[in-house]
């Protein structure tokens, strides 16, 4: 019989804990390690259509990226929608672990299926560390150069987005890209200072947009939700394959949208 504890064992090869920034809130959420676990939903959130997929599933955990518990709890309130949730969840007996910046930081997490999906070639992270350790955001090459036009319409593309926003640097054409998953526009002067030609990521602000500008770079904001989304199916693949999940049922969630809707 797996348990839950198992499951987090797999988790921490996939993305270690220590991977982690410090502000974070990864690892079980709500459940017990002892729970047995026979079916998993993986998804980026844990919305309530998400509990509620998890429950007609007969889903006994859900692997998130967000976590569903970030800021301490001063109460649960089950009139309200938070307590309800978690309610929902211990009535069903439903746990809930997530990965989130470590997952973005791992080897094959969130910013190497980001950077797969571009097509960038020669990928090294974004921020270096002494010893080598994952970091945030990645760098590479694209295969043939291009300009901000044409890239942004193939990011669009690539990552299924219903929008994108562009900030138009200098007249530069782009070959050298950096991207960080989700939000990362606390990073554009790295990218530049690394020497990309193209930054792209999510959440990113006016006044983020002007510095960009004033360094020349161009920025692809792709939205925080289409840069993270990918890694949900590619998560699900990833524990599938782990020997000791093979017994356990694994789906993720293909129904996910951006909380945004343009007109």
Same mark, same amino acid.
């Given at each position: =019989?797996?348990?839950? $504890? ?35 939903? $993986?998804?980026?959130?844990?919305? @309530?259509?998400? $509990? ?8 006994? &955990? ?5 976590? =569903?518990? #970030?800021? /301490? ?14 309610? +929902? ?6 746990? $809930? ?6 997952? @973005? ?19 090294? /992270? ?27 319409? #193939?990011? +669009? ?18 070959? +050298? ?37 004033? &360094? ?5 904001? *792709?939205?925080? #939700?289409?840069?993270?989304? /990918?890694?949900? +199916? *590619? ?29």
């Amino acid at each position: =019989m797996v348990k839950i $504890v198992d499951v987090m064992n797999v988790m921490d090869k996939i993305a270690p804990r220590k991977l982690a920034e410090q502000w974070d809130n990864p690892g079980l959420l709500v459940g017990s390690p002892d729970n047995a676990v026979r079916r998993i939903l $993986v998804a980026l959130d844990a919305t @309530d259509r998400v $509990v509620d997929k998890a429950v007609d599933f007969g889903a006994d &955990l859900i692997v998130t990226h967000h976590p =569903m518990i #970030f800021k /301490p709890l001063k109460h649960i309130r089950t009139d309200l929608p938070e307590g309800a949730k978690i309610q +929902k969840l211990i009535k069903h007996d439903i746990s $809930v672990f997530a990965a989130h910046t470590n997952l @973005d930081s791992a080897v094959g997490g969130v910013n190497d299926i980001l950077a797969e999906i571009i097509g960038l070639t020669e990928i090294r /992270p974004l921020l270096s560390t002494p010893d080598d350790t994952p970091t945030l955001g990645r760098i590479g090459y694209l295969k043939e150069e291009t300009d901000i036009d044409k890239f942004s319409k #193939f990011v +669009k593309e690539k990552l299924k987005a219903d929008y994108i926003r562009i900030i138009k640097g200098d007249n530069r054409k782009i070959k +050298k890209v950096a991207l960080c998953g989700g939000s990362g526009a606390e990073f554009i002067s790295r990218a530049d200072f690394l020497g990309a030609d193209a930054y792209i990521t999510g959440d990113v602000r006016y006044h983020d947009g002007e510095h960009a500008q004033a &360094l020349g770079i161009h920025i692809i904001d *792709a939205g925080h #939700f289409a840069t993270e989304y /990918p890694v949900v +199916k *590619a998560l699900a693949s990833i524990m599938r394959n782990e020997i000791a999940l093979k017994d356990i049922e694994i789906i993720e969630d293909t129904e996910g949208r951006d909380v945004f809707t343009v007109v």
